[in-house]
């Protein structure tokens, strides 16, 4: 599955926020009970409300959502990347996870201590940033010697591994990170390959205080505004008003989130853009048992999306029946959309579309 860390300075509202998920992914999915991995490692249903729509057309008897993987990255202060508080830990479980979600202090609350004895979320921001580049630029620069006699004796790619190294250490010696390397598609892969922590897509989640929780303040702008510069996303959550509502009663919730006059939980949307943030697409699979989404990377064919479900659906694939989820739900169903000429065969070149609804023919 998809991992994405929480990681942020002590006392910024990480552990609030990430029970507050887990919790509330108990209550989105009582028939798919979450599932603590370890303690600091939550499953996490993904909110669709595609899924409803889905189900009520189908007669779905159960609805099952796709999920997502949280880490909580506790202990990562100042001087991480020296080994400071648990330093190395952190780092390796950073370096495990596919993207980052980086909790901000934008709260004012002079009963919970900061840190760095300051509210300012930019130079938090920068304090983990830093940690991150110079943990990347220590583990270039122990590699790069051996790279370059390799490069020198001609092995091929390690010279093309050198020159996209390089091109890594300039900008990390001057304060920017790896992800910020343009890289071309050839080296998608080395790029990965190197396991750069700054390399990893961050979501800025930025904690506010109650009255915020909508809108933002004048801090998560300042952060969103930063987000937008670098090639990060952001989003505005109350951690406090999301460990409150993970406990309600669903029926309660509504009430609640009315009542503060929000659409939905913060967390919905953290979740969501954590989910973009990995470059992830559903699709679904429809039937009166069960409605049922899948995560799948953008680009996969159709294949591959039949192999999350079963490695024989893969193994054996002919073809998959298709319908887009806008037509199966203008035709109110998959007849209706057979009548409607919406009703695809797609063979195995087929690049699965976000939201389509599919039926995988195979061979045992
Ligand atoms: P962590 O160290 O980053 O995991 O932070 P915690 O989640 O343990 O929170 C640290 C302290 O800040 C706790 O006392 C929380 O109750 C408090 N806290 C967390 N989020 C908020 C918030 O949105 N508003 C206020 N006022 N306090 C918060």
Known sequence: GFKCGIVGLPNVGKSTLFNA???????????????????????????????DALATIAGSKEIIPTRLTFVDIAG??????KGEGLGNQFLANIRECDAIAHVVRCFVDNDVTHVENRLAPIDDIEIIETELMLADLDSLEKRVLAMEKKAKGGDKEAKETLDLVNR???????GRPARMVAVKPEEKKLFAGLGLL???????????????????????????????????????????????????????????????????????????????????????????????????????????????????FEKGFIRSETIAYDDYVANK?????????KFRLEGKDYVVADGDVLHFRFNN
Not at 23 to 35: D, E, G, L, S
Not at 76 to 81: D, E, I, N, P, Y
Not at 231 to 246: C, L, R
């Open 198 to 312: 700054s390399s990893k897509p961050v979501l800025y989640v930025c904690n506010v205080e109650e009255e915020s929780a909508d809108a933002g303040n004048a801090l998560s702008a300042a952060v969103a505004e930063r987000a937008a510069a670098e090639g990060a996303e952001s989003v505005v959550v109350s951690a406090k008003i999301e460990s409150e509502i993970a406990v309600l009663p669903a029926a309660e919730q509504k009430d609640y989130l009315d009542a503060i006059g929000l659409a939905e939980p913060g967390l919905n949307r953290a979740i969501r853009a954590g989910y973009a943030l990995l470059h992830l697409v559903t699709y679904f699979t429809v039937g009166p048992k069960e409605t049922r989404a899948w995560t799948i990377t953008q680009g996969t064919r159709a294949p591959g999306a039949a192999g999350v479900i079963h490695s024989d």
């Open 333 to 341: 169903g998959e007849a209706g959309a057979r009548d409607a000429g």
């Open 21 to 51: 998920l887990t919790q509330t992914a108990a209550a989105q999915a009582a028939n798919y009970p979450f599932c603590t991995i370890e303690p600091n490692v939550g499953d996490v249903a993904v909110p669709d409300p595609r899924l």
């Open 168 to 174: 890594c250490l300039v900008l990390l010696r001057d």
């Open 76 to 81: 990562l202060v100042r001087g991480a990347s």
